[in-house]
Each structure stands twice: as structure tokens, then as C-alpha cells.
């Protein structure tokens, strides 16, 4: 099992940065990949990015150029950095993980998943 909690939320304006972190413990062969999801009021969740155990990297078209995915395996961190921010980047960002090789597009394949941090872009 994998416990992630999820830190660095918070508000800011249109074409402003923020940077989330999430920090897994527990077994990291659970933690294979890890991704990144948000959830809008009213909204579906949707997958924004996510890391495999490869190193390969994947991210959602709204995001791509934009957002930028790192993960440091030695300290079971995952990183997301958010630029150029737009009111529609606002949402509940969700760090996630499983055991699989996979990628955002399947969020089933996330067994574990953090509380979320808020994001707001005005």
C-alpha cells in the first residue's frame, strides 16, 4: 500500500506559476507510476500528467508546454510545475499512483490516491 500526500496548492493569477509536490511512503513497487489528476466543481476528474517507472512522461494537451512533471525516485516525491496558469487550470490536483506501467489516460490503473490540494487561478 502507498499513502501520498500532496502540498504546495494555493492562488494565484492568470500567467502566474505554482509548484505541487506529493510525497509517497510505503511500498514503492505500488508507486511504479505516478500521475497527476484535478478535478474542477461540476466537473469530471481528469488526468493532467503522469511518470512512469522508465522515466517516460506524459502529459494532457491543455497542459503540454505548459506543466512540467518530475519525479525523484530516491525520495519518493512527485513534482508538478505549473506555468503560464489560466483561470480553467483552476481545480482539486490529485497525485496518484499504481503498480503499473501506464499513463494518465488510464485512471483506473491508480490504486493509491492523495486528499488533493487546491489550485485557483483568477
Known amino acids: 500500500h502507498v499513502q501520498l500526500v500532496e502540498s504546495g496548492g494555493g492562488s494565484v493569477q492568470a500567467g502566474g506559476s505554482l509548484g505541487l509536490s506529493c510525497t509517497a511512503s510505503g511500498d514503492p513497487y505500488d508507486a511504479n507510476t505516478m500521475g497527476w489528476f484535478r478535478q474542477a466543481p461540476g466537473m469530471e476528474r481528469e488526468g493532467v500528467a503522469s511518470i512512469d517507472g522508465d522515466g517516460h512522461l506524459y502529459y494532457a494537451n491543455s497542459v503540454k508546454g505548459r506543466f512540467i512533471v518530475s519525479r525523484d525516485v530516491v525520495r519518493q516525491t512527485l513534482n508538478l510545475q505549473m506555468n503560464d496558469l489560466r483561470p480553467d487550470d483552476t481545480a482539486m490536483y490529485y497525485c496518484?499512483?499504481?503498480?503499473?506501467?501506464?499513463?494518465?489516460?488510464?485512471?483506473?490503473?491508480?490504486?493509491?490516491w492523495g486528499h488533493g490540494t487546491q489550485v485557483t487561478v483568477s
Open positions: 496518484a499512483a499504481g503498480a503499473f506501467y501506464t499513463d494518465y489516460q488510464h485512471a483506473s490503473d491508480f490504486k493509491h
